[in-house]
């Protein structure tokens, strides 16, 4: 109890800055929610995808072929970044870079294993792969709005919540009482505080609009997955294999802007 009143005076004195303050605030109620939250296993029905067509005897063939964008962005980046002449590239953060667009090349090959076989087992992999480049996206965009010292220091350990998240989920799914929290925490605080983050601190590279542009496609791409057999009755195309390139279309937004955002002068 010291210590929070302590808090609470250091904020009403204005040492803490009320951004972080509200950072802090937001940060441990979505951690509050989520352990008090019931804990949820995965559902199997979610392995029920509506396009399961096999073609060229590939099973769920466009599930698994709508990876191979991820594969392309992840190699054409990795090549990107070693340009010195990048306006939209951070200072200090070139490992993250590596990360995230290694994540993509994860990406693609996780995911297409998983959908050549989806189960539990195989979905470890996809999941895995998509905390490397989620939890890289974060440190960038942490990076260009508060610091990227303190981003850079923070690559690592989230590197190892997002892993920890996924080996959770899966241990405790194989002893019968799976729990998605933990995983469930790593996928929504970030889209969380990542807003909030260019609101009150905005970034030190112009063009914000483009981050909010991802996010709003990262939800859009979680929408197409929610609705996944109703899209494929109304268009033929199933909501998840939509949900990949629309998820690939975010990763071409973040590769697009490193060569048009530009650091603010000051």
């Known amino acids: ?17 009320p951004n972080i303050f509200l950072l802090l605030i937001s940060t441990g109620i979505t951690v509050l929610v989520l352990v008090l939250m019931t804990p949820a296993a995965q559902n199997p029905v979610y392995h029920n995808f509506a396009d399961q067509k096999m073609y060229f005897g590939v099973q769920h063939f466009w599930n698994v072929m709508t990876n191979i964008p991820f594969l392309v962005l992840g190699m054409a980046g990795l090549i990107k970044i070693h340009k010195r002449d990048l306006p939209g590239k951070l200072h200090g953060l070139h490992a993250a870079y590596i990360t995230f667009y290694s994540g993509l090349i994860l990406i693609a090959f996780g995911s297409g294993y998983y959908h050549l076989n989806p189960s539990s087992s195989t979905l470890v992999w996809d999941r895995m792969a998509i905390t490397v480049s989620f939890m890289s996206f974060f440190v960038l965009v942490v990076g260009e709005s508060i610091s990227t010292k303190t981003s850079a220091k923070l690559l690592l350990p989230l590197l190892l919540l997002g892993s920890a998240s996924v080996v959770y989920w899966h241990i405790t799914e194989k002893l019968g009482a799976g729990d998605l929290r933990l995983y469930g925490l790593v996928q929504f605080l970030p889209m969380l505080l990542i807003p909030l983050m260019l609101i009150f601190y905005g970034s030190s590279l112009s063009g914000k609009i483009w981050i909010f542009s991802i996010l709003l496609v990262y939800a859009a791409a979680k929408i197409t997955e929610i609705y996944d057999h109703q899209i494929y009755e109304w268009i033929g195309f199933s909501g998840h294999s939509l949900k990949h390139l629309i998820a690939a279309c975010g990763a071409f937004i973040f590769h697009k802007s490193l060569d048009i955002r530009q650091p603010h002068r000051h």
């Open 1 to 17: 109890m010291f210590k929070i009143n302590h808090l609470l005076t250091q904020f009403r004195e204005g040492i803490i800055n």
